[in-house]
């Protein structure tokens, strides 16, 4: 019998951490999914789109604040913000009063691009996720803030505005 066809262990059906990866990667899954979607609707991929709106939402913005919003690593922003840049997305722009300092703003073709775009989460997810109580969605959140920062913790990058688990020793 091959791994393939083998049941699955009884003892793996109950085991908590089994059962947080199956829920990840079901996940990873359906953010792939809706980022393909994204990207063939747009032409953007989901890092250009999290970049716009960091930059729609906090206006005429430096670079760090973009990468604490968008909880994303400067370099990393700086390359999206190259990519939006060339295609005419977003200007970027040296401080008045200090030159060392880069802003970057919207072009209208970023406006525009994302008010024809769709939403990061799908309308299904969003009308579900409404649905719930509050304190649930409450809940969810904060369990996803935990789950992020031990990631982050273990991957050895800091995590932008997610606080540490509580500590369950003492």
């Known amino acids: 019998m091959d791994a393939a066809s083998a049941p699955e262990r ?16 079901k996940v990873a899954q359906a953010i792939d999914v809706r980022s393909r979607e994204i990207a063939r609707l747009t032409g953007l991929t989901l890092p250009q789109m999290i970049v716009l709106q960091a930059v729609e939402t906090l206006g005429e913005v430096t670079t760090q604040a973009i990468s604490r919003d968008a909880s994303m690593s400067p370099p990393t922003v700086v390359a999206v913000l190259d990519r939006l840049e060339a295609r005419g997305m977003v200007v970027r722009y040296r401080s008045t009063l200090d030159r060392r300092v880069v802003h970057a703003r919207l072009t209208e073709a ?16 969003i009308a579900a996720f409404a649905a719930m109580p509050l304190e649930t969605r409450a809940e969810v959140a904060g369990s996803l803030d935990v789950l992020a920062g031990l990631m982050a913790r273990e991957a050895g990058a800091p995590a932008a505005g997610v606080s540490p688990p509580p500590d369950s020793t003492g």
Request: proline share 12%; net charge positive.
């Open 10 to 25: 009884p003892e793996r059906l109950n085991d908590p951490t089994a059962s947080l990866v199956r829920s990840m990667r």
């Open 110 to 125: 970023g406006r525009d691009a994302l008010a024809g775009s769709p939403g990061l989460l799908g309308p299904g997810f």
